[in-house]
């Protein structure tokens, strides 16, 4: 049985935007979608590292050579589009605490979401022992010292951690950073890993 679990949150235990939220936020830029989308995810990362909202958008917006009209609103609406859990996952993560198990939190977030996350999601957050967000430690997945330093909150090696993400990419970082590491398909693959035989360390 695997004592020490991680769980990206994205994709994992939070819904990734839904089309109509992605609509909004194209509606609101005034610009192409494609070329909105673009410049959005190409200038995510320093965004997930710690920079500040306003920054953000105005790197967007210079990418697209382009001038948003209401920052605030494109603000909220990100941050809105990023807030919604699936219900069965934080069932499973209580489920799992329940049992004993030592869990923790790896995610690629901007500063801005961490409040509204530990405001409307905050009983069940409890249930983890370290929420490691890549705004407050400086650096995002894939970069190796992301899972460091989680494994490090969590109080053991990497070695002994499963982690849990909806990337390829993050799981095989995971895995090069020492992690037992596999791709996130659903709860009962998660239950599967846990604590199905043979699955022992």
């Known amino acids: 049985m695997h004592d020490v679990i991680v769980f990206d949150l994205y994709g ?9 939220a992605k609509r ?10 494609e070329g ?7 200038c995510r990362p320093a965004y997930d590292a710690g920079q500040d909202s306003v920054a953000y958008w105005a790197a967007v917006a210079a990418r697209l050579g ?3 009209t ?4 494109l603000v909220e609406t990100d941050l809105d589009s990023w807030s919604q859990v699936d219900d069965e996952m ?52 894939p ?23 909806d990337s390829e990419v993050n799981v095989v970082a995971a895995r090069e950073a020492g992690m037992a590491a596999e791709l996130f398909t659903s709860p009962a693959q998660v239950r599967a890993f846990v604590t199905g035989p043979g699955r022992e360390r």
Not at 24 to 33: D, N, S, T
Not at 70 to 73: N, S
Not at 101 to 121: A, D
């Open 12 to 20: 994992v235990i939070a819904r990734t935007q839904t089309d109509e």
């Open 36 to 42: 909105f989308w673009e410049a959005y995810w190409a």
């Open 66 to 68: 382009a001038r948003f």
């Open 143 to 165: 970069d190796r010292r992301a899972y460091e330093i989680c494994a490090a909150r969590m109080g053991v090696p990497p070695s002994q951690v499963l982690f849990f993400d």
């Open 90 to 141: 934080v069932a499973l993560v209580c489920e799992l605490a329940d049992q004993g198990h030592t869990l923790g939190l790896l995610s690629n977030i901007i500063e801005e979401l961490v409040p509204v996350w530990e405001t409307r999601h905050g009983e069940w957050l409890g249930r983890f022992k370290a929420l490691t967000y890549s705004c407050r430690i400086g650096v995002a997945k």
């Open 24 to 33: 909004q936020l194209v509606g609101l830029a005034g610009v192409p979608e």
């Open 70 to 73: 209401d920052v605030p609103a």
